[in-house]
């Protein structure tokens, strides 16, 4: 009896850090058993050793910034069966797409000696807005577990359990005192999708939201509230939703 | 200690009415022969700004001298001027942490090449009652050691709620087997409400701030001078089974004096005025459901932030979700089933999409079963006037203002036509009404 040809496993990326799919790297107890599960075809993290496409499952990591990679994306897209966008850049443009909201020109001029070296697109943008992205993991990184539960979920052809709740809803089920009602710190869970096992409030620190905003998120109720407490609006400094800009844009947008 | 262990659920046919007093060297003796008959102890515990109710090792663990100021959307711990070991209101945390867990693996399944699958329960082999929670090193307070539990600390609202939660998920048709284990073997020490917080309304819902019946020993503490020395704490003592009275027997005390015995219904009265909210129950659940379309529920959805912290810390909200994993090598698969909530999407979410699609139909929905459909479905509100949903919220919605603005409209649109009274005591296998189904889903 012949074993069954094990699913092909592509990572890619694009404007990043390299810390989500360095995840799959921090496996480490399941590495073994991921790779026993699937052939992981690419890597280049791991290793410089690349079997030619199709894939069956790509991670992809990072935003697209520049034009090469614009077109890049669509090729990747074509290479792959189940296209997984990871972390906070792929799923929603990532930090830097705080150029979004100011001028090129005056950023890279900021920034750089020789801008004119530059060949970068005006805005940093979430892969889905290029290619049809099958699933989509938050988090800046990703966490752990819900890379595994995609994998396994995949494996075994169901669903993964990825729920689009708030952090506040993991927070209770981890049986963690809330930080903004007992401390007065701001916190953006509320607005949050969970996944990182409210992880930021287990250590006594505001969720700065990058998992990106949850199903339903209502900032403005939250910008209220904050105001009132005198902390000021969501809006500020580490409680501008940064991370994943799909918060910032929310700012008028109740989410109902 | 068998008689400890093997008394039925309500054990109180066997009221004794003398009341006693022990001393905070009484309470550490007591604390000490529970964990010596082998029960988990929980009670309260300062920890992350807050008293919490978890594991706890002894008399010293207490918060004493400790209180928590609370308003809506605010909790913050705050010194008392004298030594009271319970003069704080209740915290974030229930008993429902405990007896109904965030998380429980329901089953679990391998796949053998040589004997197809085989499955279990997932529960510990000991059959211990506190072992059964889903492993996970995030969330150490279900999976500490077991044993049954010995509450500490336990208010009468929580004690309205626990009745609650033994009608909802052991006074139908079908009961939870998992509840039940963990309820079954459990000894409560209960105390007497003296420093309610500015969120409780225990007393318009005829749960507190006394203590009636329910648990196994009940406290009453008394008040002191701030300057007598913190081993100076008494309490007055009410033996409420007869396992109680069983382990009283170890632990030294007295019989009160009638001057004693004045000062704790003094303490109690006290709190009784000191109530920080107020809920008119009277005709609440027929005026509440006569304004089903009023434009305020939107004015609340307006503020409501979905995020489910009212649901998670109310001591009766019971629903559940049930997911499915696997492992990689594809042997191996588990059922866990976690707290759910009535304001996630997912919660309602059928063929063709949610059902209740907006937060205000949401919030609906959850301060109706609170407070008008539990009637029809349970006999009793589903509201213990406990205030955690209201402190707890992390922009401050409080469902007694909320409920009495909606109640007030009701009075103002008297042509609406108004529901029927609710049976009041409806038949224990009676099947719940659609717009009252709490839906626990895939059960």
Redesign the interface.
Known sequence: MTKPRRPTLAVWKFASCDGCQLTLLDCEE?LL??A??VEIARFLEATRAVRPGPYDISLVEGSITTAADRDRIQAVRRESGLLVAIGACAAGGGIQALRNRASLAELTAAVYARPDYLDTLAESTPIAEHVPVDYELRGCPIAKGQL??V???L??G?QP?L????V??DC????????????GIP?L???TQAGC?ALCP?F?RGCYGCFGP?????R???D??LRALGVGTAAAGRLDGRFDPRLQALAED??? | MAQVQGVALNDNQDPDTRRLVITRDGLAVLLNALRRHGYRLIGPRL????I?F?DIDGVDDLPQGWTAVQEA?????QRRADAALFGYAV???SLK?YLHP??LRLWRMHRDAMQGCSSDSGADPGGDPGGDAETSD??P??TAPAGPFAFVGVRPCELRALAIQDRVLLGGQQIDPHYQARRAGCFIVAVACGSPGGTCFCQSMQAGPGLRDGFDLGLTELDTDPTDPPQGQRLLLAIGSARGRALLTEIPHRPATAAEIAQGERVVARAADAMGRHLDGDGLRERLLAVLEHPYWDQV?????????CT??CPTCFCTSV????????QY?ERTR??D?CF???FSYIHGGSVRQ???ARYRQWLLHKLATWHDQFGSPGCVGCGRCI??C???IDLSAEAAALAAAAASQPGLPTAPPADPSPAPTSAPQPAAMPARRHE
Not at chain 2, 73 to 77: A, D, F, K, S, V
């Open positions: 399941e058993a991921v026993g599960a595994l539960e994998i396994t979920a494996l075994a169901r359990v729920p689009p709740h708030s506040c809803h209770k089920l981890a049986g963690q005192v809330c930080v903004m009602v007992a401390q916190c869970g509320p607005l096992g287990g006594q949850m199903e339903q998120p209502n403005p109720a939250l209220h509230w109740t989410g109902d | 920890g992350d700004g807050a919490q978890t959307g605010h909790y913050r711990l915290g974030p945390h942490r965030p998380r995030r969330d307070q279900t959805g307006a503020r409501c932030l979905g995020c489910t912290n998670l810390v997911e499915d994993h696997t492992d990689l090598t594809g698969a976690r707290w909530s996630t999407g997912d907006h937060r205000a402190t707890w992390p922009v401050g």
